[in-house]
């Protein structure tokens, strides 16, 4: 005959909270205009059938712009990378997904919603990026046209200047910089360095 012990009734010890925080591999910024914009307030109404036979009305209102060229960043951070496992075919991967994915996006709010350029750069010194790229990225109008009349990529190029002489200035930290993908409607102020 076995006998099993009861435990007696009495207070339960706390469980330990086990919390962890974990940075994934890729980390991106929020997107900004690289130029000024021109801001529309739109009114409009809507009615949707709730029930058969059935309607509701609403009101809406939203801003919307005009154009914008909306240019952002990402890392690929290589120490959390490698903890996860993180490949260069996965990364290809991405690259993949931000082009065809920024194309494929059907949006009520955005005319035009395009992929532009996308940018690479492999740095050869471990713990070393150059940052801030967009601040060295400005919009140039053709023919003067002001800001407020822009409404498509061909109202304007982009001047890559000062992005190149950063590019240039650590060439040397530079392992591999590359135009992964281009909008052949893209007008560039000069060729961007490529290593």
Request: proline share 3%.
């Amino acid at each position: 005959m076995s006998v099993v012990k009861k435990k007696k009734a009495g207070k339960k010890k706390p469980m330990k909270k086990k919390t962890f925080h974990f940075t994934g591999p890729v980390q991106f910024g929020m997107g900004r205009s690289l130029h000024q914009v021109k801001e529309n307030f739109i009114k409009g109404t809507g009615a949707f059938a709730t029930k058969e036979g059935a309607q509701q009305k609403t009101f809406r209102e939203e801003y919307t712009i005009t154009y914008g060229l909306i240019g952002f960043h990402g890392v690929v951070n290589e120490n959390a990378a490698k903890f996860v496992g993180t490949t260069p075919e996965d990364v290809k991967w991405l690259e993949k997904g931000l082009w065809f994915g920024t194309k494929d996006l059907l949006t009520r709010s955005k005319k035009g919603h395009m992929p532009r350029l996308l940018l690479k750069i492999d740095y050869a010194e471990k713990g070393f990026f150059i940052g801030e790229l967009l601040e060295r990225l400005s919009v140039k109008a053709k023919d003067d046209k002001p800001f407020d009349a822009w409404e498509d990529v061909a109202d304007f190029a982009l001047d890559v200047s000062k992005l190149n002489e950063v590019l240039l200035k650590y060439k040397d930290k530079i392992a591999k910089c590359t135009i992964v993908e281009i909008d052949d409607r893209l007008q560039l102020s000069e060729p961007i360095f490529t290593k």
